[in-house]
């Protein structure tokens, strides 16, 4: 398998998002409210729920609607921020989570980093009871396209070479099949793009950095940037309303595990 992400990195910039995810406190749960208003759409109780990497977001939502709530991270300070009963994973290959253990799983904007994604949706159905729901979200293609542009125009033009500096999404076609792949009935894949408009370029990155996405790429650059690039991309960036405006594409996903077969009666 490829490797796209270094994983030591990924956790080593969530452990220092943990202390500052009230200051995204408003985004977060704005974020997380449009993927759980897909929980009206059904009938179904769920009494118990994994919170998977929910940065503090999911977690309260889902105890404010009666569930008791685990929340899973590969962070330990993330972890023990999320709001519920805290679980640190130990690794990408085996989360090491119980089999059959809760009605129901929510993965918000907490995949996009992982190598085998078909391997973690696998693992994730594994631990929903029988006829339990799965929902997650993620960065789909087009989300950051106007920053991953204006970094590979600026760094090419500077240096004659480039650099990943934004993690490759998938296209929303892929993620239904994803979800097929790993056995999940019924799956469904739709999208919400959302706005965001910042007062000033700067200010976009900082809140990258602040919710733990800084750059995890296994091949990015370990050089020193030149200092013209992030300025001069920066600079080439849509503005609307005098503002710096970046868009999310998020990627919405449900499915549901297999309903246990029951034995017929006898005859």
């Known amino acids: 398998m490829r490797t796209i992400f270094d994983f030591r990195a990924m956790v080593k910039h969530r452990e ?6 009230d200051d995204l406190r408003p985004v977060l749960t704005d974020l997380a409210e449009r993927l759980l208003d897909r929980l009206d759409d059904t009938s179904r109780a769920f009494a118990t729920a994994l ?3 929910g940065r503090g977001a999911v977690a309260p939502l889902l105890a404010a609607r009666g569930m008791a709530v685990t929340s899973a991270d590969f962070s330990p300070a993330m972890a023990a921020r ?6 640190v994973l130990p690794g990408p290959e085996n989360f090491t989570l119980p089999a059959a253990a809760y009605d129901l799983v929510v993965a918000h904007l907490s995949l996009h980093f992982l190598d085998d994604l078909p391997g973690a949706l696998i693992q994730l159905r594994r631990t929903l009871k029988p006829g339990g729901l799965f929902l997650a979200s993620m960065p789909a293609l087009g989300t950051l396209q106007t920053l991953r542009e204006a970094l590979l125009e600026a760094e090419e033009a500077l240096t ?15 993620c239904a099949g994803l979800l097929q792949r790993a056995g999940f009935t019924l799956p469904v894949a739709d999208v919400e793009e959302v706005s965001f408009l910042y007062a000033s370029p700067l200010a976009l990155l900082h809140e990258l950095r602040a919710a733990g996405e800084t750059n995890a790429l296994a091949q990015r650059s370990r050089k020193t940037p030149p200092r013209a690039l992030f300025p001069a991309a920066l600079a080439a960036l849509p503005r609307e309303q005098g503002r710096t405006k970046a868009v999310l594409r998020m990627a919405v996903l449900t499915g549901w595990a297999a309903e246990a077969l029951t034995a017929a009666p006898p005859s």
Not at 160 to 174: H, M
């Open 16 to 21: 220092r998002a943990a202390p500052n995810l």
């Open 51 to 53: 919170d998977f990497g």
């Open 82 to 87: 999320a709001g519920g009963t805290a679980l």
């Open 160 to 174: 004659g070479g480039v650099s990943p500096r934004v993690s490759p999404f998938p296209a929303l076609s892929d």
